[in-house]
């Protein structure tokens, strides 16, 4: 018998706190378990936005993601994640994980990426009101650091990782781990890459809650459904023909990889229009990495989440767009108890 | 003059929150959270105060680009001032505690500070942003959610060369530990420079950070003051030269490390140096002792007011909530 699949709520990047907290509210009743803030370069502060929610919730955990050790150093993420976890009476959360849009905006290298985030949640787990923590990395530096305030229950750390050699690191310092953009094949091998690792490291997958980044775009009319997944098709795996070969040919990859350049015009001028794209390869990547269509649907999406609950997935985090408040009640509903 | 209240590095934001509020009851401007290397995020401890409270000023005190990257800062510092429908503000520093924890160093200041105004400043809800500077960059930025009337921006300046940048770019600028005749000089020149940037003395804020450490019991003032005697100026002699001779200047230098202990330690003992020079310094560089020194910290105040001072930033210690309410009942009405 598998166990249940907690269910979690990752937020647009254009809501405000006051937006925010209505539907944090609305998913705290509906038994979600966390709702996530999203991390974009022109967005409001992921971590302040959830203040309101913080103080009014009394049992959702809430967090921001994707925090990444590039445009944060970690001392500064370890005291703003510490302030939301006070606020929350220790219910906070936290992805961090490689370089997003925001290191983009600031003209950041890319370099390090899996040193960079293992050194930052070692940090991050270090930190101890009880302990004063020196610590040098080879990256990062930090002195002296004692937060005696920070009594509450510690914040859950998810570490994003997708491929091997984040996953080999993930495997052996997370506490939770997320995925991002997962198909069955991808998550069958990342399970089967994390147990090769957490066997080496003494570990169990048992202890290390594994979650999974899934779009949802399921809604009353399936035209508005699809049209929304096609506007925001371009962050699915940023089109990265890593998450794409799991269900398209290379020609096909090579193509998509070509026209790149149509998916993020449509992402950016907000219409589901994907010049010089055929809707019949459309429709495949739409189909294989998220949820979508109509409400009438919604048991073909348990069902899928089902399959991954089965390959190893202990939570998902769905990601929401337009009307988010339908799709909390939709996902209350019918998803949470269904996945429990 | 009007006053604002530095809060203590160990205020959380509920603390934060009805301290505040009740400097908002008696009329201060506004209120700043410290940020030191083991204290809580600074614009967080200010969080439930900027959504509660409807009149003061907030923001935090100081941040330095060298510790957080201008397009974070900027984001932080708009969110909070939505938070408080546009009643944020900020001082942005060369860089103390908080770099020094992440093993950072101030180099570059002026510049990175340069860069770091240029990016607040320049944020706009309605005009993309790609700035290309020599340390930052910053490219597509563009909250438009950012619609509140802007924060105020100031640079923390106790030199020539930081002093010019703020009359240049930022909105106002905040001294420390200024004496009166320090002060006279220093805005005389920066009124000199914003004219030279075309710019009015009338738009522009100039404050200073003093301490109170004023209290019923004028001995537990006094161990206050000295235990905290390290952090005025840091022992900088251009601020000690107005009130101490050559002498008393050359031996508070000698024994910097004693005072440092002092410090550190949370104690008023500071070994090896004569209780006299302690008593002037303090007395000279901060507000202390009992009630009856209300009268003279008034007058001090009025004389910085003279200076051409806007407002001036108080630094609260050990009970917070008794020197807000002193100096609410007592300095502000006075100041009126």
């Given amino acids: 018998m598998l166990g249940s699949m907690r269910v979690d709520v990752i937020l647009s990047p254009d809501l405000s706190p006051g937006e925010i907290l209505e539907l944090g509210l609305l998913a705290e009743r509906y038994g979600i378990g966390a709702v996530w803030t999203s991390n974009y370069p022109s967005s409001r502060d992921p971590f302040i936005s959830l203040c309101p929610l913080a103080l009014a919730s009394s049992r959702i955990r809430l967090g921001p993601l994707v925090i990444t050790p590039y445009e944060l150093h970690p001392l500064k993420i370890a005291k703003a994640l510490g302030s939301l976890n006070e606020l929350c009476h220790g219910r906070a959360n936290i992805l961090i994980g490689g370089p997003t849009g925001v290191n983009a905006t600031m003209g950041m290298g890319l370099t390090r990426m899996v040193g960079r985030v293992r050194e930052c949640v070692e940090i991050l787990q270090a930190t101890s009101a009880e302990r004063v923590l020196n610590y040098n990395g080879r990256i990062f530096q930090v002195w002296g650091y004692k937060p005696v305030w920070a009594t509450d229950a510690p914040p859950a750390i998810y570490v994003g990782a997708n491929k091997p050699q984040m996953l080999a690191m993930a495997a052996r310092v997370a506490d939770n781990i997320m995925l991002g953009d997962i198909t069955p094949h991808h998550l069958g091998t990342a399970v089967a890459t994390l147990d090769r690792n957490f066997a080496a490291a003494g570990r169990r997958r048992a202890d290390v809650p594994l979650s999974g980044l899934v779009a949802w775009h399921v809604k009353a009319?399936?035209?508005?459904?699809?049209?929304?997944?096609?506007?925001?098709?371009?962050?699915?795996?940023?089109?990265?023909?890593?998450?794409?070969?799991?269900?398209?040919?290379?020609?096909?990859?090579?193509?998509?990889?070509?026209?790149?350049?149509?998916?993020?015009?449509?992402?950016k001028n907000n219409t589901p229009e994907i010049a010089g794209v055929p809707d019949a390869l459309i429709d495949r990547i739409i189909d294989n990495l998220g949820c979508t269509g109509s409400a009438d649907d919604i048991d073909r999406h348990i069902e899928r989440l089902r399959h991954f609950r089965d390959l190893g997935l202990s939570q998902v985090a769905l990601k929401l767009h337009n009307d988010s408040a339908a799709a909390i009640r939709l996902i209350g509903e019918q998803l949470v108890p269904a996945l429990q | 003059?009007?006053?604002?209240?530095?809060?203590?590095?160990?205020?959380?934001?509920?603390?934060?929150?009805?301290?505040?509020?009740?400097?908002?009851?008696?009329?201060?401007?506004?209120?700043?959270?410290?940020?030191?290397?083991?204290?809580?995020?600074?614009?967080?401890?200010?969080?439930?105060?900027?959504?509660?409270?409807?009149?003061?000023?907030?923001?935090?005190?100081?941040?330095?680009?060298?510790?957080?990257?201008?397009?974070?800062?900027?984001?932080?510092?708009?969110?909070?001032?939505?938070?408080?429908?546009?009643?944020?503000?900020?001082?942005?520093?060369?860089?103390?505690?908080?770099?020094?924890?992440?093993?950072?160093?101030?180099e570059r200041m002026i510049r990175r500070t340069r860069e770091c105004l240029e990016i607040l400043k320049g944020a706009s809800p309605d005009k993309m942003m790609n700035y290309n500077g020599e340390i930052y960059k910053v490219w597509g930025y563009q909250p438009k959610w950012y619609t509140d009337t802007p924060p105020l921006i100031y640079f923390g300046s106790n030199h020539p060369q930081s002093r010019k940048l703020s009359t240049e770019l930022a909105d106002g600028l905040i001294t420390s530990d200024?004496?009166?005749?320090?002060?006279?000089?220093?805005?005389?020149?920066?009124?000199?420079?914003?004219?030279?940037?075309?710019?009015?003395?009338?738009?522009?804020?100039?404050?200073?950070?003093?301490?109170?450490?004023?209290?019923?019991?004028?001995?537990?003032?006094?161990?206050?003051?000295?235990?905290?005697?390290?952090?005025?100026?840091?022992?900088?002699?251009?601020?000690?030269?107005?009130?101490?001779?050559?002498?008393?200047?050359?031996?508070?230098?000698?024994?910097?490390q004693d005072f440092l202990n002092a410090f550190l330690r949370g104690t008023d003992v500071i070994e090896n140096v004569p209780d006299e020079l302690v008593t002037k310094m303090v007395r000279n560089i901060s507000f202390v002792g009992g009630l009856d020194q209300i009268d003279a910290a008034i007058e001090t105040l009025k004389a910085f007011a003279a200076a051409g001072l806007t407002e001036i930033a108080l630094r609260v210690h050990d009970d917070p909530a008794d020197a807000i309410r002193l100096i609410g009942e007592r300095v502000i009405p006075a100041l009126r």
């Fill in chain 2, 178 to 256: 200024f004496v009166v005749p320090l002060m006279k000089d220093f805005i005389g020149k920066a009124h000199a420079e914003l004219q030279a940037a075309g710019r009015s003395t009338h738009d522009f804020r100039i404050s200073n950070f003093w301490a109170w450490h004023i209290k019923k019991d004028a001995a537990a003032s006094m161990r206050e003051a000295r235990r905290e005697l390290m952090l005025r100026g840091w022992l900088g002699e251009q601020y000690f030269r107005p009130f101490l001779d050559a002498d008393e200047v050359q031996l508070m230098r000698a024994h910097e």
């Fill in chain 1, 221 to 267: 009319d399936r035209q508005t459904a699809v049209a929304e997944a096609r506007q925001q098709l371009a962050l699915r795996g940023m089109l990265d023909s890593w998450y794409l070969r799991p269900f398209l040919s290379e020609e096909e990859c090579q193509f998509v990889e070509a026209n790149r350049g149509a998916f993020f015009s449509a992402y």
């Fill in chain 2, 1 to 106: 003059m009007e006053i604002d209240i530095i809060l203590n590095e160990f205020a959380s934001p509920q603390e934060a929150l009805e301290l505040g509020l009740m400097a908002e009851r008696y009329g201060a401007r506004g209120v700043w959270s410290s940020n030191y290397g083991w204290s809580r995020d600074p614009f967080f401890t200010l969080s439930l105060l900027a959504h509660q409270s409807s009149r003061i000023r907030l923001g935090p005190m100081a941040v330095s680009p060298a510790e957080l990257h201008p397009l974070k800062m900027a984001n932080l510092l708009f969110s909070l001032n939505e938070l408080s429908r546009g009643r944020a503000m900020i001082m942005v520093g060369g860089g103390g505690a908080v770099l020094q924890a992440i093993g950072g160093k101030r």
